[in-house]
């Protein structure tokens, strides 16, 4: 006797999946919605199939076609919920996989690696925060840049930190700030407050 869809599911609710078969063959990114297929079956998401020369071609077998809706592989995409790469850290959340990419950017995609007393280059953006993480002691801690009118941006370092702890740790910031259009130059020390996390 067929088991049902549903006595599998509760026997294997985890599956080992290479994601990167669930990739368009153009961008290389997670396939999203709607996502065609070739007669042969080779699938592309719809933004890549619109900018290709030939769309009656497949581009990976050549094969002359016409490109359908894949429904079962859109399925597929939906059912798959990816941790956030921050897992662990401070970000608890899951996302459908054709989403990950968007989450990521939400927080400034994954934490950076530092070593303590350790020169590193960091780009900072307006609106964009980054997550550094000391390869040491595994502390997080948060860049955020903020506009500061005529000067450019204003940057704050903060503390990451998941719950108290007995030992408060104390860290202090040597930065150098270089804007490349202007040439303007400055350097700065401060000390680096610490920012509760709440879940």
Known sequence: MEQSARQRSSIASNATVDLEVLDCTVCCHPLKPPVLQCGVGHVICSSCHGKLLDKKRCHLCAMDTEHNRCIAVEHILQSIMMPCP????????????????????????????????????????????????????????????????????????????????????????????????????????FPILEHQLCH
């Open 86 to 189: 921050n897992a662990g850290y401070w970000c608890d959340a899951k996302t459908a996989y054709q989403d990950s990419d968007r989450h990521e950017g939400y927080h400034g995609g994954r934490a950076t690696e530092f070593r303590r007393a350790r020169a590193f280059d960091l780009q900072v953006q307006e609106g964009k925060r980054v997550i550094l993480r000391d390869a040491d002691s595994g502390h997080l801690f948060l860049v955020d840049g903020a506009p500061a009118g005529p000067a450019g941006l204003a940057g704050a370092v903060l503390l990451l930190e998941p719950h108290a702890a007995n030992a408060k740790p104390k860290f202090e910031c040597h930065v150098a700030f270089h804007c490349r259009a202007t040439g303007w130059r400055q350097s700065s020390e």
